[in-house]
C-alpha cells in the first residue's frame, strides 16, 4: 500500500504538508504499519529539502519501501483565459522536466537506507530506467511517458533497455543497481 505523504496539490489547504516532517512521517508510518497486513511504501517529496531524513524516519519507522518521488509543485497559465489552468492554481508536475530531480533524490536516498526505492518521475525512456537502477532504484515507476509516447510505453521502455543492456553486457539489473555511486 503506497501512503502518499506528499501531494503538492494541497499545502495552501491544509498548511505545511507531512512530507516534511520527519517526526510526522514517523508517527503516521507507525500506525498504518500497527494496522497494515500488506507492505507499506512512503511516497516522497521532491520538494522535501529533508528528503534523506525523511526517508531513514519512514524506514526507521517500519516502511517497507520508499517510492522516490511524487510530483513536484507547479502552474500553467492558460494564455487564452489569462488564468492558471488549475483550481488550486498550483499541482502536480511530471514529466521529463521531473526526471532530473527524481534521480538525484533516488541518488541521496540509496546511500542512507536499506529498504528499495521505487525510482519514479519523468522515466520516459529506456535510458531513463537504467540510469533510475543506477542511481539506486529497486524499481521504476513509468506514468506520463504515456501522455509523449502512448500506452504501448511499457513494452518500448522494456526493449530499449534490453537493447542498452545486451550491448553493454549488462546480464542483469541487479549488476547495475547503485553502480553511480
Not at 521532491?46 to 531513514?56: D, F, G
Request: proline share 5%.
Amino acid at each position: 500500500m503506497e501512503i502518499n505523504i506528499s501531494c503538492p496539490n494541497v499545502s495552501k489547504e491544509f498548511g505545511v504538508p507531512f512530507a516534511y516532517s520527519p517526526t510526522a512521517v514517523e508517527t503516521i508510518t507507525k500506525k498504518i504499519k500497527n494496522v497494515s497486513k500488506v507492505p507499506v511504501i512512503i511516497k516522497l517529496s521532491p520538494n522535501a529539502w529533508n528528503i534523506v531524513e525523511i526517508a531513514k524516519a519512514a524506514e526507521a519507522s517500519g516502511a517497507d519501501a520508499l517510492t522516490a518521488v511524487n510530483t513536484i509543485s507547479g502552474m500553467a497559465i492558460d494564455v487564452s483565459s489569462h488564468h492558471p489552468i488549475l483550481h488550486n492554481k498550483q499541482g502536480g508536475i511530471s514529466g521529463p522536466a521531473l526526471f532530473p530531480i527524481a534521480i538525484k533524490c533516488v541518488y541521496d536516498i540509496y546511500e542512507a537506507v536499506k529498504i528499495p526505492i521505487i525510482g519514479t518521475g519523468g522515466v520516459t525512456t529506456g535510458e531513463d530506467a537504467l540510469a533510475m537502477i543506477m542511481a539506486g532504484a529497486t524499481l521504476v515507476g513509468v506514468g506520463s511517458a504515456v501522455y509523449y509516447r502512448g500506452a504501448e510505453v511499457f513494452g518500448k521502455i522494456t526493449e530499449e533497455m534490453a537493447e542498452i543492456m545486451q550491448k553493454q553486457n549488462i546480464k542483469s539489473l541487479a549488476e547495475i543497481r547503485g553502480t553511480a555511486h
